[in-house]
């Protein structure tokens, strides 16, 4: 019976000192105990892997960003916000979300005499509360704390930390895009 497992051994290709696994049974317990390790190590990482992004995906992909056509250049009076709604879709899992953002298009005459658009984020600064415009007072208000903006997106009073955030704007024709 040694006899048989040494030859078996040497047929293998292993010296005297190491230990043939299917001679010695705690030594197949030990090799088979490693490959069922490697196999459920295998296994756990590659669930990890797919459920990490299952599950990280939605909230921490980087969304991609793009020019939203905000509405006609026509629409807007020279120097006054104008607010309009941006739609923007997003897959999550299997649905499509659609997100809406309000933005403030503000139109001036550039000094070439071409209309330039400035496009202002709606989000207050201090805890993101909408700004509204007023026309009479011909400010941009806070309904929160008070914050007031003027048209510019500066801010006048109140708590507001900093101007409302500007988003790139350009003008396509007769068509004023948005970037988000
Ligand atoms: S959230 Fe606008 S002033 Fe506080």
Known sequence: MASTARGRAEMNGMGQGEPDPAADP???RRF???IITTIHAAIGGTLAVVLGRSILSPGFARREESWLPAG?????VDNEPTAVTLRVAREDGYAQIVDRQVVFLVKSPGTSGEAQVVALSSECTHLGCRVS???EREELLCP?????????GTVKTGPP?????RLRARIDG????VRL
Not at 72 to 76: A, E, G, H, V
Not at 146 to 152: K, M, S
Not at 161 to 165: E, G, H, R
Request: aromatic share 6%; proline share 9%; hydrophobic share 40%.
């Open 161 to 165: 930390p900093a101007p409302l955030a």
């Open 174 to 177: 007769e068509q004023v895009l």
């Open 144 to 152: 929160c704390h008070g914050g007031v903006f003027d048209r510019t």
């Open 32 to 34: 088979l105990s490693g």
């Open 72 to 76: 006609p250049l026509s629409d807007l």
């Open 26 to 28: 705690a030594g197949r």
């Open 133 to 135: 415009w007023d026309a």
